[in-house]
């Protein structure tokens, strides 16, 4: 098992062995392909993304005007427009001539009527053992400031708890705030039966209020917590009242727990096949969810990852929920706001592919680094501990799969098929992108592109411990439309080249000797090139325990992403062949609906128009 000080790492004579190590980086799951073993720190991760959205304000704030199209929702009474197929039509949007592909929708969401209302609770309820017990759906309210601990008492702050039980399934409560005066600045923050911390939400877009995804799973309780927003407002401990810092905002609140919030509204719009959209909702509205012209949820959010994106994208970021899709063909789409009770704004914006922007012929080219490269890993995280690391090339870890020098050449050309099939053939042969192109080069074949325009690189060697990274694979952005053109990858080699004793993620636990070794190695660290490649040209991870085996599954199910087949021995005859496909968004990642990472990827690579 991977622990914080722990890693297998590469050791003199190519051999793996767990060896102590400086505590390497969390790598953000989103972007990585961690091994089956892998513990999260779930802090760490989360200093890391509140880094970069610092860094993605910074770029949005620059990015290009243009006044957009403005449109305003129509429905006068609830139920007009609350499906896909009553969809209020936004015409003059759009990315051909004389179409504007910047929108901004204004609506409204009703909440549901039929909540039942409860009288507000007594203080005090100011800590975990102290908490109202409530059920849901359920509105009350109360008022942050009356407690013994507010600005007539103690002055640490008050805090109002409130008790969830579990029931004999797991059920997902959405709590949201609502502070009539203004007065209070909200915060909202989930913990466990013990105390640990399990998330929060401060304002939503625009407005000082707030709202949380509460997970209550079956036979467990799980506490809400109401407070003033701001630095000494959640308390050190909340098993005990009186454990804040300061008084910080007071006044009055609504709170709401419910699981359905019936008023949804949709608008259609018409997209190209390859048009990139983004869109982010704002105010009242904590969803956003995209439709194909079938009905299909193609996207679904309540969350803003944009964060992730690359620095070059031109997407919208910020807001409630972010949504990012790419149009597999022409047609008329559906963008939803959903999960609210109040007014809110949508942006939506369409962008064509980034390279379709270069000169004509121009194409992206993907390079596969086989010899040991220097990477800047800042690229990949913020923590003191990046910078440039130098990585081992590809034939060091021959011996951990009982291989030699004379392999290599082998190995290499098997990698090189893999990932030729998976995104030179297949992108080709099955995507909707006429214009498709790609070039794949290799550090063995051909001479270094790196650094030179529209070019990104896969470098597949190194370890953990050179690389300082805890994980297989990592990309540096997750870029529909791949606008960065120039980003980097890694694919380490310690763990996949580990004794098949160490992790269940190495390559060795499906080697026999009915196995064609070389091939079976070859397949499968193509597919891993194949799936960072994947992230840096548009595509999330997809759900890596049903039943199809794709090259977007998120880690976790190491066997279907190395293509093993019912035998569970690799490289035999009844293996899989591994590839991208429309498949369910992974639904540990917060994201709902199909993905089309097929045709995803295949428009990341389009030839230059111009």
Do not use: C
């Amino acid at each position: 098992m991977l622990t914080a000080g722990v890693a297998l790492a590469l050791v003199a004579g190519g051999q793996s062995a767990a060896e102590p190590l400086a505590t390497p980086i969390q790598p953000d799951p989103m972007l990585a392909f961690l091994p089956a073993e892998a513990q999260v720190d779930w802090a760490a991760v989360q200093r890391g993304r509140e880094a970069r959205k610092q860094n993605r304000a910074q770029v949005s704030s620059k990015r290009g005007a243009g006044q957009p199209l403005t449109y305003t929702e129509k429905e006068t009474g609830q139920g007009a427009n609350d499906a896909p197929s009553r969809a209020e039509h936004v015409a003059g949007f759009g990315t051909g001539r004389g179409r504007n592909p910047k929108l901004t929708i204004t609506g409204g969401l009703a909440g549901d009527p039929a909540i039942p209302v409860a009288q507000p609770f007594a203080e005090t309820n100011d800590a975990i053992p102290l908490a109202s017990a409530v059920t849901s759906p359920l509105k009350t309210s109360g008022r942050i400031g009356d407690g013994p601990h507010g600005s007539g008492g103690t002055r640490t702050g008050d805090h109002d708890f409130y008790k969830l039980s579990g029931g004999t399934a797991n059920r997902t409560v959405v709590v949201t705030t609502d502070t009539p005066t203004g007065d209070l600045d909200t915060v909202l923050v989930s913990y466990d039966a013990n105390g640990q911390l399990l998330n929060q939400n401060d304002n939503l877009a625009g407005i000082t209020d707030s709202r949380l995804q509460v997970v209550v799973p079956a036979g467990q309780d799980v506490y809400v917590l109401v407070t003033s927003a701001g630095a000494g407002g959640i308390p050190s401990d909340p098993m005990k009242p009186g454990t804040g810092k300061q008084v910080l905002t007071e006044g009055p609140y609504d709170v709401t727990f419910t699981e359905n919030e019936p008023d949804k509204d949709y608008f259609s719009v018409d997209l190209k096949a390859g048009d990139v959209l983004g869109a982010s909702a704002a105010g009242k509205a904590t969803r956003v969810v995209v439709h194909d012209p079938a009905g299909r949820e193609v996207f679904g959010s309540s969350q803003d990852f944009s964060f992730l994106y690359a620095d070059t994208s031109p997407l919208p970021a910020g807001g409630n929920a972010v949504a990012d899709f790419v149009a597999p063909k022409d047609g008329r789409y559906t963008v939803g706001a959903e999960n609210g009770d109040g007014r809110y704004d949508i942006t939506v914006e369409a962008y064509r592919p980034g390279s379709e922007l270069n000169p004509r012929p121009e194409v992206l080219t993907v390079f596969l680094d086989f010899n040991g490269a220097r990477v800047n890993t800042r690229v990949f995280s913020n923590e003191p501990t990046a910078g440039n690391k130098d990585l081992s090339p590809l034939k060091k870890f021959l011996p951990g799969w009982g291989l030699t020098d004379a392999d290599e050449n082998k190995v290499v050309d098997g990698v090189i098929a893999t990932v030729r099939e998976n995104i030179e053939k297949d992108l080709a042969a099955k995507g909707t992108n006429r214009r498709f192109g790609v070039r794949i080069l290799n550090s063995r074949d051909h001479a270094d592109p790196w650094g030179q325009p529209n070019v990104s690189r896969v470098v597949v060697g190194g370890s953990i411990a050179e690389s300082g990274i805890a994980t297989v694979g990592i990309a540096q952005s997750i870029d529909a439309g791949n606008f960065g053109k120039e980003e980097t990858a890694l694919v380490l080699l310690d763990i996949l080249s580990a004794p098949a004793a160490q992790t269940g993620t190495s390559l060795n636990r499906y080697i026999t000797p009915a196995s064609d070794k070389i091939t079976f190695i070859g397949r499968a660290i193509g597919n891993i090139v194949a799936h960072e490649a994947g992230h840096m040209s548009g595509s999330w991870h997809t759900d890596q325990f049903n039943a199809l085996d794709a090259i977007m599954d998120q880690g976790g199910n190491p066997k279907g992403m190395f293509g093993v087949g019912p035998d569970a021995v690799g490289g035999t005859a009844d293996d899989v062949d591994v590839d991208f496909h429309e498949d369910v968004l992974n639904p540990n990642e917060g994201f709902t609906g199909l993905e089309d990472t097929l045709n995803r990827t295949a428009w990341g690579y389009t030839k230059g128009g111009n």
